[in-house]
């Protein structure tokens, strides 16, 4: 029989691994190996056994060790992280070796449901219409509009990673047409600009790298269809802000979802506050409250695998660090 391995959990901060796996899963995990009950934080690594570890388990607060530390993490194998994004840290584990798991497609689901309940009320016009329908002064065409409704609409997904992947899959039986235009470094088959231009919904699933910052601007807004919507889910960063604002000042028929912006929350002044066509939410199309467990159990089920010897099902790669989202 294999002997038991030695687990750990790093995070920056011990409430996010309690609200991430909770007793139950804690437990379940202590079952499967050698468990370290205590969290090992930035503060207190230095005096942890890291020579002793086999295997890490971490969610949102993940931090990269310096170089003394890795070197004596020398038996460390695989990291188990209950959360979607690695860039922040990935590179430094698979650069020595480590296998690096993440609950990416986990935390997609809730994402991908977010935007297409939007993409639904949104092809509707349900987001013009309930804000011209309570309006103080509104003519009879504001009280009577409609949107087209889903049939034959067509949808704009930026970015081909799980969650748009996702979204795709929901939107079949919708009877619309769906692009999906991929990030910078993948091929495109359609570009931005037909996307913005052709499309009753463009909903934004980029990745979060450096050369997507901006990329969303003012002339792809300007050329949106009549009573367009716009989702962004992605990151904030990635949109032009000074230029949407200025389009949606121009374009009252146009409407913009908002789950986040750059900065986020958006700054005190900020016009997307008093925009009537904004719509903000604060980074909520993610994993929450009991969704996050959904990470944690994806986790737990790929370290029965690894024991097992089964093949990861949602190893990150260098590759997918590039397209991810």
Known sequence: MMQKLNIAFFCQNKKNIDYVFGEKRLSEIAQLGNLNTTVIQPENIDNAALEEIDILFST????????????RLKRLKVLFYAAGATDPFCRPFLERGVHVISAWRANSIPVA??????????????????????????????????GRGCYGA?????????IATKVQELLKNCH?????????????????DTAFATSQ???NHLPDREDNTG???????????????????????????PELIEVLKERPDLSALLDVTFPEPPDENSELYTLPNVFLTPHIAGSLNDEVKRMADFMILEFKNYLAQKPFQYEVTEKMLLTSQ
């Not at 949102?60 to 070197?71: A, I, L, R, S």
């Not at 067509?154 to 799980?162: C, H, K, S, T």
């Open 215 to 241: 990329i969303l601007n003012g002339k792809l807004f300007r050329s949106m269809q009549k009573d367009a919507v716009f989702i962004n889910t992605g990151r904030g960063r990635q949109v032009n802000e």
């Open 60 to 71: 949102w607060g993940m931090f990269v060790p310096t170089d003394e530390q890795f070197k």
């Open 113 to 146: 449901e977010y935007c297409f309940s939007q993409i639904i009320l949104g092809l509707k016009n349900y987001f013009q219409i309930a804000r011209n329908y309570t309006a103080k002064e509104r003519t009879a065409e504001m009280k009577t509009k409609i």
């Open 154 to 162: 067509r949808v704009a997904l930026i970015g081909a990673g799980a």
């Open 201 to 203: 919904i463009v909903s």
């Open 176 to 192: 619309v047409e769906t692009l999906v235009i991929p990030s910078r470094k993948e091929r495109r088959t359609v570009d931005l």
